[in-house]
């Protein structure tokens, strides 16, 4: 059975807030993206370990580092190192929080949805995956020298916007120490039209390591897409659950909501989720997905008591 995890900026800047959140709700962990704040690279030893213990006497996980690293450009050299120093202080908040798994992402793609104004334009899939696939592996490397993993999470903002392109870059390295994060949520936002499951899902299957859920739904007028609550969008997650509990899948599954009650977020704090600016409204949101996603599963055990096909 898998283990179920909130990141903790979807609750609050507070990292007691979502701590009582999870505990309310049987959670089994938290994800830290931000906290006081500060994203994970900017935390003190003081702060990591003082999380570190909040968790610890809270008896849950914390099931991984959401890192911003490879949320740059591609081809900028300074960029990168900057990265990849980024990463490292991240590698070794992990041990300190016992925790193996970062996630990481694959450099911004000009004109794509929720990326930063860029010179120049996009380039092709074929032209830029085997950087890509470099970078990656340097960073796979560094994560194993500090005994983790890292989780490579199809974003649209990004080159590795669909389950397919991840899976491409995780095929064309099959690095010990990489995996990826799987957002079905995620690809609704991206142009290309992948669907989200069960063509996504069979495509980065045989790497997931850590699972994020949101959910949102698609204006077929406009083209633009809004984040709502889990159960109220496109994505079927009832058969999800139902697919990774056949698989006997027991990782962690992570709800990332991005959905606000009164409010959408912007574009720049959906683009690097930190602060208070980003984290209002989540505890009320939140409680009203993890709700919902209670009762998925409730109807979901009573259909498989039933004998009921998820």
């Not at 006081?36 to 370990?49: C, D, I, M, Q, T």
């Not at 912007?266 to 690097?272: E, K, T």
């Amino acid at each position: 059975m898998f283990h179920r995890a909130i990141i903790t900026d979807e609750v609050s800047q507070d990292p007691a807030d979502a701590i009582g959140l999870a505990r309310r709700f049987r959670l089994d962990g938290i994800e830290i993206r931000s906290v006081w704040e500060k994203r994970p690279h900017e935390l003190s030893r003081s702060e990591v370990r003082a999380l570190r213990g909040m968790a610890h006497t809270a008896e849950l996980a914390i099931c991984a580092v959401a890192t911003p690293v490879f949320k740059c450009e591609l081809d900028d050299h300074r960029q990168v190192r900057e990265h990849l120093e980024t990463l490292k202080r991240c590698l070794d908040m992990c041990g300190e929080m016992e925790t193996g798994l970062a996630r990481v992402f694959t450099f911004w793609k000009p004109g794509a949805p929720g990326a930063p104004a860029l010179p120049g334009d996009a380039l092709a899939w074929r032209e830029v995956a085997p950087a890509i696939a470099d970078h990656l592996a340097e960073a796979a490397d560094i994560a194993l020298d500090f005994g983790c993993r890292l989780g490579v999470e199809n974003e649209p903002s990004v080159y590795g916007s669909t389950c397919k392109k991840v899976a491409d870059l995780l095929a064309r390295l099959k690095h010990p120490a990489l995996g990826a994060v799987w957002d079905p949520g995620n690809v609704l936002y991206d142009p290309e039209g992948e669907r989200p499951y069960p063509d996504g899902y069979e495509a980065v299957r045989p790497y997931v390591l850590h699972v994020h859920i949101k959910d949102a739904r698609r204006d077929p007028e406009t083209g633009s897409t809004a984040a709502v609550a889990l159960g109220d969008g496109e994505i079927p997650y009832r058969a999800i659950f139902g697919r990774l509990r056949q698989e006997q899948y027991v990782g962690f599954i992570a709800l990332e909501t991005h959905y606000r009650v009164t409010r959408t977020l912007s574009d720049d704090a959906a683009r690097l989720p930190a602060g208070t600016g980003f984290s209002e409204g989540g505890l009320e949101a939140s409680t009203i997905c993890l709700d919902r996603w209670n009762a998925m599963l409730e109807t979901l055990d009573n259909g498989e008591h039933a004998g009921e096909r998820p």
